[in-house]
């Protein structure tokens, strides 16, 4: 490297330095413009297993009569099409408190679940009974601090089930059962929340653990008091008129197991075209009952539903 003429008087040390800083700042200049022209790596997402659920039904879609038992099915679900997840569980919201065991006692909601795969039922591995105002828990699997689902409080529980599997494959899928029973104290018409968070514990077989939360999904089931149900023995509910074409009608009402019922009434007002040519004793629990009725004067075409002259109530044996 050939040096500036006013630097020749300096001694040869200082010439050296001189030399030798100059040629490191050419390289570095050098190594500088090579990365300049590299081009941008992509940024990239890092994969991992993906727990979800499919087949839960809907919110507003599980109806039961009042006090009787749930029962759920759905799916357990890796949606990822490349990585596997370890050790799954499931995070189970119900409302246990009911709509009025949130203030006072007793609960009027939910009961502790069955809850079952592979046809093995699974014993949670812990519980946490919320109290007014709580809005984290800790997942007693996983160890990891979590949110209270939307639409619980005081009394209320949350189980964590561990799933009979070390692995879970991509796209692989295990069915899952619930049950539960419910309170005969639960509000008519009034839904009550349960809430499913799919997880894996880890990304991989060995510690420290990574644990993997789904989304959340949400149902609900709802206490009604009584199912009734008309249906006729015509092929397709159609039938053509005249004394050939004679159609019976059937009422069923389904009440809950276990409720004390009085003075019921069910009344089914028939179109004044319809000839009445007789009925049935009915039955409530497969005890035999009258209901009155009353025809016209017995001619030909007379025998039309009135609804006026219908007399008498239906008596429970």
Do not use: C
């Not at 500036?4 to 008087?9: A, D, M």
């Not at 929340?193 to 991989?204: E, H, L, N």
């Not at 069923?252 to 197991?257: F, G, K, Q, T």
């Amino acid at each position: 490297m050939r040096l500036p003429r006013f630097l020749k008087s300096l001694s040869a040390p200082r010439q050296l330095a001189i030399r030798t800083a100059a040629i490191a700042g050419r390289r570095a200049r050098q190594r500088l413009n090579s990365l300049r022209r590299l081009e941008r790596l992509e940024d990239r997402r890092v994969l991992a297993a993906e727990p979800s659920l499919s087949g839960l039904a809907p919110s507003g879609e599980t109806r039961i009569l009042l006090g009787e038992a749930i029962g759920l099915g759905f799916n357990f679900v890796n949606t990822s099409a490349t990585d596997t997840g370890f050790s799954p569980f499931l995070e189970v919201a119900l409302d246990t408190s009911g709509p009025d065991g949130a203030t006072s006692f007793p609960l009027d909601g939910i009961s502790a679940p069955t809850l079952t795969s592979t046809g093995l039922q699974r014993t949670p591995i812990g519980s946490v009974t919320l109290t007014s105002g709580q809005t984290t828990w800790t997942n007693p699997y996983t160890g990891t601090t979590r949110p209270v689902p939307a639409g619980f409080g005081a009394n209320d529980t949350i189980y964590v089930y561990s799933l009979p599997f070390g692995s879970f494959t991509p796209s692989q899928t295990t069915s899952i059962s619930f049950a539960a029973s419910t309170s005969n104290l639960a509000d008519i018409g009034t839904p009550m929340r349960i809430s499913v968070v799919p997880g894996f514990r880890d990304i991989d077989a060995v510690g420290p653990f990574t644990p993997l939360f789904g989304s959340v999904f949400h149902t609900d089931v709802t206490p009604e008091l009584y199912r009734l149900s008309k249906t006729n023995s015509a092929v397709e509910g159609e039938t053509a008129t005249g004394p050939n074409y004679v159609q019976r009608y059937r009422i069923e009402v389904d009440l809950p197991a276990g409720q004390a019922f009085s003075n019921v009434r069910i009344f089914d007002t028939l179109a004044s075209s319809m000839q009445i040519l007789g009925r049935n004793a009915t039955s409530v629990a497969g005890n035999p009952n009258m209901a009155a009725y009353l025809l016209g004067s017995g001619s030909p075409g007379a025998n039309v539903f009135d609804a006026s002259r219908l007399t008498g109530t239906a008596q429970s044996t």
